[in-house]
């Protein structure tokens, strides 16, 4: 059973443009769960997703950031017109039920 | 609001020393407790959890914690540590009901030195 997956793992774009992050959870997972890793600090809560539903988007940023959880394929965050501010470890978790979380390996973002 | 405070930012150890990282929250409900080890390069991992039943915790890798409901604490102890313990160490905590994400402290970074 493979674990999470996102990629890509590295991604540098230039300030205005798009950034799109993916995450494909375990096997037989239905809740997808977002964080963001700013330098030397813990991660912080973004997005709570079931499959096609956001359950609780209460850590995302009002604006230029959506995500969603497609009733086929990876969940997505999209960070639209990026500054560098966004620049952040992005991790990916799923969980089968509101227990346990697997995380994935992340994906650096770097806005140049 | 749930928080969580890790108060030893950066800790450096011998191999074979003890090991206690603090951890303390602050949320009036239920709640369940985790830490999570991050080695370098690579993604989160659970080492133990705590949801209810007996407050003394054991995990993966000789790691254990102890929740104490009246210090609102769940510190992380090992009693012997080994250099690929070196690692990023995060607790966190989530609501025993309702919202279940996480909510995690900002990490202690132990350094084990051979």
């Known amino acids: 059973n493979a674990g999470v997956m996102q990629n890509p793992r590295h991604l540098v774009r230039r300030r205005g443009q798009e950034a799109r992050l993916r995450c494909s959870p375990m096997?037989?997972?239905?809740?997808v769960y977002w964080y963001r890793q700013l330098p030397e600090e813990g991660l912080k809560f973004m997005v709570y997703?079931?499959?096609?539903?956001?359950?609780?988007e209460s850590g995302m940023p009002k604006e230029r950031f959506s995500a969603e959880f497609p009733k086929e394929g990876p969940s997505i965050l999209r960070i639209q017109q990026v500054v560098r501010g966004d620049s952040a470890a992005y991790f990916c978790?799923?969980?089968?039920?509101?227990?346990?979380?697997?995380f994935g390996p992340g994906t650096r973002l770097t806005v140049l | 609001a749930q928080s969580v405070s890790q108060h030893n930012h950066h800790v450096i150890l011998s191999e074979a020393a003890s090991l206690e990282l603090g951890c303390n929250y602050s949320?009036?409900?239920?709640?369940?407790l985790f830490w999570y080890v991050q080695y370098p390069g690579q993604h989160l991992q659970l080492l133990l959890k705590?949801?209810?039943?007996?407050?003394l915790v054991k995990g993966i890798k000789g790691f254990e914690a102890e929740f104490i409901k009246s210090k609102f604490s769940f510190n992380l102890r090992k009693p012997s540590v080994q250099w690929s313990d070196t690692a990023e160490y995060f607790c966190?905590?989530?609501?025993?009901?309702?919202?279940?994400?996480?909510?995690f402290g900002s990490g202690t970074r132990l350094q084990v030195q051979p």
């Open positions: 978790a799923s969980s089968p039920s509101l227990q346990d979380a697997f």
């Open positions: 096997k037989g997972h239905s809740h």
């Open positions: 997703l079931q499959k096609e539903n956001i359950i609780d």
């Open positions: 949320y009036g409900g239920t709640v369940n």
């Open positions: 705590y949801f209810s039943g007996d407050p």
């Open positions: 966190a905590v989530n609501a025993g009901t309702g919202r279940r994400a996480l909510t």
